[in-house]
């Protein structure tokens, strides 16, 4: 039977009730396909298309798709590229010469965008081009968007819209293999948010989603599509720039990440103030497998926040090996506490109106058997990562009652020890309950008690750090504010923080003898001090000379090695209430 004239000839009225209609034809292979191809149209389009004779027809159910009302129509190939984009033809017609279902976007008469799905038989030339095809086109436009809307399940974060982590691996992968090619440097970026989880336990979560919501909107923004950017997981972010020419474009991309938190974000009325903390590392020098990229720029972020946060660092192999002694203070410190290799040293302070020794503070030592003594700069910072320093500020703590209760047992009582306090204890511990059941159990006043605090532990959460801290001074513990001069230093926090004592820092008590600058200002704060009741200390005097001059502007206190390191308790304890004006 002759298909072409069949078709051509007879579709316009065939009924699908008719069912003789199908025994009109001989070719029983082609009376097969057709009859499929028709079962299936009659949800779609028929198509028939003779590119030989510059004919495309259409007959079914044609709103849907090309939008048009009528159930039979006639095209030619150039009207037919009204409705497809000129790129997706060619991939169009690979896919029909492959047999294969293709399915693209069109534009409709309607001028709707749908998706639909083309198949069908194709009658090629000895050149392999097609002179004949015939097939049904669906709309797939549900289907399309149900796929879709399950690959962004699995593949975007539902919160920011971005890649999610799963989608990142996949899309990394490609991504080095084509810099490999292309013989390009890339750069791995991960960015973590500073005390997240801080914003979240302070705001609520609800605030904290839409801080991550908004700070997504705008990283989006400082990126193109040549960047994959992820949110990798909670408050993590991770980039991958392709391309890197130099030190300078990386550096260029990082602030302009620390600048989008420069200014606060605003968030149901309230003012977010948060920093990040940002690792790199790169491709190919600092690994040539994402995972090992990955974990290369998470040891570089890790390093920018134990250096203080707010900062980035380059991963490098000295990284590695501080990343492998921390994972080594890691694990030793778990056991730490119960093996005993924890103890407390004091560190006289002296008063200068009468050169005697009111008071101690108490420093945490730790002398490991594998690692030997390691200093608390290095340790508390991973002991606060971990939240170990809960129960290691309890045993301070503990230690101090301890040593007061020995002092008021030996009759002094002329004297206060000072304990550090980590922002942890303060947010997270049952530290007022603690101090309470230590009064309790010591039958001690807490008044010999002095707790040191910094201004970055407070200024995460101000107010209520405030009242916090209100509440422990009402048991009677008094309140010192530490390392004044190296934070904000803000002269506004002394009328507002309930604080007893100022603690100069050290870097400006060095800076005091050679600095007309620093010494103008450590008078100051001393004046300015004594006028709102508070005491002034100043930490690591090492000469003379500066006790000398510390004395002439009416420093009330001075700490430092002049007088004495910090030591076992049985050395210094003779030194109290005693004057040591003796160099
Ligand atoms: P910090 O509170 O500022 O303590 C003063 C530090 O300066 C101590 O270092 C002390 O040994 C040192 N120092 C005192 N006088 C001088 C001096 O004249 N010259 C010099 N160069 N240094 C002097 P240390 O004991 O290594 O402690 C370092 C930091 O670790 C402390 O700084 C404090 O922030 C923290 N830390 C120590 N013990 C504890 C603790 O029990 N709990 C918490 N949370 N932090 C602690
Ligand atoms: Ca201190
Ligand atoms: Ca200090």
Not at 115 to 127: A, L, R, V
Not at 129 to 155: D, P, Q, R, V
Not at 351 to 360: A, K, M, P, Q, W
């Amino acid at each position: 039977m002759n298909r072409e004239r069949f078709i051509n000839k007879d579709v316009g009225s065939l009924n699908i009730d008719n069912k003789d209609f199908f025994y009109l034809n001989e070719d029983e292979e082609f009376l097969l396909n057709f009859k499929q191809s028709f079962i299936k149209s009659i949800k779609g389009l028929f198509i028939y298309a003779s590119l030989e004779k510059n004919l495309i027809m259409f007959y079914g159910n044609n709103k849907d798709i090309l939008g048009y009302d009528d159930q039979f129509l006639i095209m030619n190939t150039e009207e037919i590229k009204e409705y497809i984009r000129n790129d997706y033809i060619n991939f169009l017609i690979d896919g029909l010469k492959n047999n294969k279902e293709v399915e693209l976007k069109i534009t409709n008469k309607l001028k709707k965008e749908i998706w639909i799905s083309i198949k069908g038989f194709t009658k090629k030339d000895e050149k392999d081009n097609i002179i004949e095809f015939e097939g049904y086109i669906h709309n797939i436009n549900i289907e399309k968007e149900a796929k879709l809307m399950l690959e962004y399940i699995t593949f975007y974060d539902e919160l920011t819209g971005l890649s999610n982590r799963k989608h990142f691996n996949k899309l990394i992968k490609a991504e080095l293999n084509k810099q490999s090619l292309l013989e390009s440097r890339g750069a791995l970026i991960i960015v973590d948010i500073d005390n997240f989880k801080f914003i979240n336990d302070s705001y609520g979560h609800k605030c904290g989603d839409f801080f991550l919501e908004k700070f997504s909107q705008d990283l989006k923004k400082i990126f193109s599509f040549n960047e994959l950017l992820c949110r990798f997981g909670g408050d993590e972010f991770i980039i991958f720039v392709p391309n890197i020419l130099d030190l300078k474009q990386i550096k260029e991309i990082i602030n302009k990440i620390m600048n989008l938190l420069k200014e606060p974000y605003i968030i149901n009325n309230k003012k977010i103030v948060t920093t990040a903390s940002i690792g790199v590392a790169t491709f190919p020098d600092d690994g040539e497998e994402s995972e090992v990229l990955l974990k290369n720029a998470d040891s570089a972020m890790y390093i920018a926040k134990s250096n203080g946060k707010n900062q980035w660092q380059m991963f490098n192999s000295n990284i590695s090996k501080e990343i492998n002694r921390i994972y080594s203070i890691q694990k030793e410190l778990r056991t730490a506490l119960d093996n005993d290799e924890m103890f407390v040293v004091f560190q006289p302070k002296v008063n200068l109106t009468d050169d005697e020794v009111n008071g101690f503070e108490a420093l945490i030592r730790w002398e490991n058997s594998e690692m030997g003594s390691v200093s608390p700069g290095e340790f508390i910072p991973v002991a606060e990562s971990t939240r170990l320093i809960i129960p290691i500020g309890k045993f301070v703590l503990r230690e101090v009652f301890i040593k007061i209760s020995y002092l008021l047992s030996k009759g002094y009582d002329n004297f206060k020890i000072a304990v550090n306090l980590s922002e942890i204890q303060l947010r997270e511990g049952d530290l007022l309950e603690y101090i309470k059941s230590l009064v309790e159990e010591f039958k001690v006043s807490p008044k010999y008690i002095e707790i040191e605090i910094t201004e970055s532990m407070i200024m995460k959460s101000v107010d209520r750090n405030i009242k916090y801290l209100l509440e422990i001074k009402e048991l009677g513990v008094s309140i010192a504010l530490d390392d004044f001069g190296t934070g904000y230093s803000s002269l506004n926090y002394l009328t507002k923080l309930p604080i007893d004592v100022l603690k100069i820092d050290r870097s400006f008590v060095i800076d005091m003898v050679e600095n007309d600058k620093s010494r103008y200002i450590v008078e100051k704060i001393i004046q300015l001090s004594h006028k709102l009741g508070i005491n002034v200390v100043a930490e690591g005097v090492e000469e003379k000379e500066q006790v000398e001059y510390l004395k002439s502007i009416d420093c009330d206190t001075v700490q430092g090695y002049y007088y004495s390191r910090p030591e076992n308790f049985e050395n210094v304890v003779e030194m109290l209430n005693k004057n040591i004006d003796y160099k």
